[in-house]
Each structure stands twice: as C-alpha cells, then as structure tokens.
C-alpha cells in the first residue's frame, strides 16, 4: 500500500494504493484556497486519515501543479498561489514526522500511466499534458527522470519547430516571456487561438471539438491543423528521447481524431521511416495524480 495525494488549486485528494494499482481508498476534501497554513493542516489531516487504516505507516508522495526547488526546498509555478516560496515539503515532514515526495502534476500523470495505465507494458513513455497548459514527463523502466532544474519533459516553453510555424497566422508571445511557445499553440487558449484565425470565431476548445464532432467543416479543419501542430512538435521529442509510447493526458486528450492523425503526421519529421512510437489515450483522467503520487516511492 502507497499513499498518493493530488493537491490541486481547488481539491486534495488522497487514495491509498495496492501495489497492483487499485484504489482502495479515496479521501477528497476542497482546498482551502489561499491559505498555506489550512492548507497544509489539511494535507496532513487526509494523509492521517488514508494512515489510520492501516497497521503500519506508508509512504507518502504528493503531486502539485508546482515545483520543489532545489537545494532550497520551496515550491515554484504553483497555481495555488499561497504555495509559491513556501517549504511544503519540510513543513509537512515536521507534521508528520516522516520523509514525504512532492512532484508537479505532469510528472505524476506521466508515471500513474508508465505503471498501471496505458503504458504499462512500455519500457521508455512521455507523458504529455495537453490541457490549460502544456507540459510533460519522462518515465523510464518505471522510473521518473529527474533532473537539476526540474524541468525533464517540460517541453511547453521550448519554441515551435519551424514547421509549425507556417500553421499559425502570425507570432504568439507566451506568458513566460518568450515568442511562439509550444504551449501558445498546444494548450486550449491555443486551439481557440487557431481557431480565431481560421474562422474569425472565438469559441473555447471543448466546443471547438465537439463541433467537429458533429460534423463542421470549419472546427474539422481546425482539429486538422491542431493535428499537424501536434506531431510536429511530438516528432522533435521523439528525435531526442525514442519513447516507446506517448500518452496524452489533459482535456484536450479527449479529442479522438489526434489518436488517428497524429500517428501518420509524424512521418516526414521524424529521423525515421515507420514511426513506432505508439501514441495513447490515458487509462486514468482526473485520478492519475494521487495515483502517480502514490507512485513517486517503490511498492512495498
Ligand atoms: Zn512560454
């Protein structure tokens, strides 16, 4: 048994997983929303709730929309903003009196699918969120690659491949700073970008999908293009990791065209004839953070 926690802007939810994958018990209680201190007595109440259960203590691991900066140890890029420069880490360790795991959301749902979702029988995957933002995570032979900065896999903020750039109307200045982002393309606000362009219409993406759902030949077009926008930012991931399969994750992973698509686009941008690379829709939605979480220690 692992426990997982998904400390989102709006909810906490805690499960406690077997060492299959099946979720025993969930806990979900509403963030306190703009208050640390709340919110880290509640993060401790839900992981002593899952605890008492059990005959003994389990690990912990939590998965946030942040960062862990390293050496210093306080959270970064948090949407909950009250997290930002805060030790969450070391915080709750003092509460509990135990070693816990904190990693962004991306990375979580990257190992809840390389470990029990879509991706269990690959040994090298890229998860890839597709969502408000865009971002990623790199699971080899189950393990999270981690690095210095804590980015691995965070691709959103790399700029488009040159390819893309025919694809779009004119340059997109990304929140970070810099010009044409992945993310300013790829994330919803991009696909509703897109479609502005193309049709002069402002919709939000899951409408612009849903037309092309049923049928509309503008929305089609768009998702056509969203399409080709896809895998040719995927194919220079590719280039450089090899994985065995990517899954995507995130509200835009529900648009069922990109699962045929995107496949025979990759051909022509990456270093290869016959891409093998298999791309996947995600096993879990909504639960893959407590259960990637739950995943950032070895079963025991
Ligand atoms: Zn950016």
Not at 47 to 74: F, R, Y
Not at 120 to 136: H, N, Y
Not at 282 to 295: E, K, M
Request: hydrophobic residues 40%; charged residues 20%; aromatic residues 4%.
């Amino acid at each position: 048994m692992r426990i997982g926690i998904d400390l989102g802007g709006t909810k906490i939810e805690g499960v406690l997983l077997s060492a299959l994958g099946e979720t025993v018990t969930k806990r979900r209680v509403e963030t306190p929303a703009g208050n640390y201190d709340a919110t880290v007595a509640a993060v401790v109440d839900v992981i002593s709730t899952l605890q008492a259960e059990l005959p003994m203590p389990t690990t912990v691991g939590i998965g946030t929309p942040g960062a862990l900066m390293h050496p210093e140890g306080i959270m970064k890029n948090c949407n909950s903003l009250c997290l930002n420069g805060q030790p969450l880490q070391r915080d709750l360790e003092s509460r509990l009196g135990y070693a816990v795991r904190i990693e962004n959301d991306a990375n979580c749902f990257a190992l809840s699918e390389a470990h029990f979702g879509a991706a269990k029988d690959a040994s090298t995957v890229f998860g890839v969120i597709l969502g408000t933002g865009t971002g990623g995570g790199i699971v080899i032979n189950k393990q999270l690659l981690t690095g210095p900065n804590q980015i691995a896999g965070e691709w959103g903020h790399n700029p488009i491949p040159v390819s893309v750039r025919p694809l779009i109307d004119k340059d997109r200045i990304c929140y970070c700073g810099r010009a044409n982002c992945i993310e300013t393309v790829l994330s919803g606000r991009g696909l509703k970008q897109t479609y502005h362009e193309q049709s002069g219409q402002t919709l939000e993406a899951n409408a612009i999908a849903e037309l092309a759902r049923t049928g509309d030949p503008g929305a089609k077009e768009c998702i056509e293009i969203y399409s080709q926008q896809l895998a040719r930012c995927l194919a220079s991931v590719i280039n450089v990791i090899d994985p065995e399969t990517i899954v995507l994750g995130g509200g835009l992973s529900n648009i069922d065209r990109l699962y045929e698509t995107v496949p025979h686009s990759l051909e022509g941008f990456v270093f290869t004839e016959g891409v093998r690379t298999q791309l996947l829709r995600p096993t879990f939605g909504d639960a893959s953070g407590a259960i990637g979480a739950a995943c950032l220690w070895p079963a025991i």
